[in-house]
């Protein structure tokens, strides 16, 4: 029998936190792929639907929009990426995404970088096959 090494790893109040949606396969498969080339232990991952275990910050983290998009809490607890925005910041961070890292800042990449990321976000039920009948979204609340 055979044990997986562990990435060397901070503490966790050292990791930024990666929050995404535990019950979506696209995004447990996206999660899989950025544990794997997280070498450096740089994030900690943490599902949204367990709203008890998502840092409460001032101004809140609303728990609609950590459904439409994955979010990144730095370390540090002082800012908040979504979307390509969190994707950038982990390229930075993610040593085999670093080639790469700088493109994402070319002029007109991040305006593309948002719209492609959200418009697999709002089709991600459909890219990867629903197991179970989880994969959904809540209804939006009427305010």
């Not at 535990?22 to 994030?43: A, E, H, I, N, T």
């Not at 961070?93 to 990321?117: C, E, F, T």
């Amino acid at each position: 029998m055979t044990t997986q090494a562990s990435p060397p790893s901070a503490s966790p109040r050292q990791r930024a936190l990666l929050l995404f949606d535990g019950q979506c396969p696209f995004c447990l498969k996206s999660v899989g792929v950025l544990r794997r080339l997280d070498w450096l232990g740089k994030v900690q991952f943490q599902n949204v639907r367990e709203q008890e275990r998502v840092p409460r910050l001032t101004p809140p983290l609303s728990p609609e929009r950590l459904l439409e998009e994955m979010h990144l809490v730095t370390a540090d607890q002082k800012q908040v990426y979504h979307g390509f925005g969190a994707f950038r910041w982990l390229a930075w961070r993610l040593p085999l995404l670093w080639l790469i890292a700088p493109v994402l800042y070319v002029p007109g990449i991040p305006w593309l970088g948002q719209r492609i990321y959200l418009w697999i976000a709002r089709h991600r039920f459909q890219l990867v096959p629903c197991k179970h009948g989880v994969c959904r979204l809540p209804p939006k609340s009427m305010k």
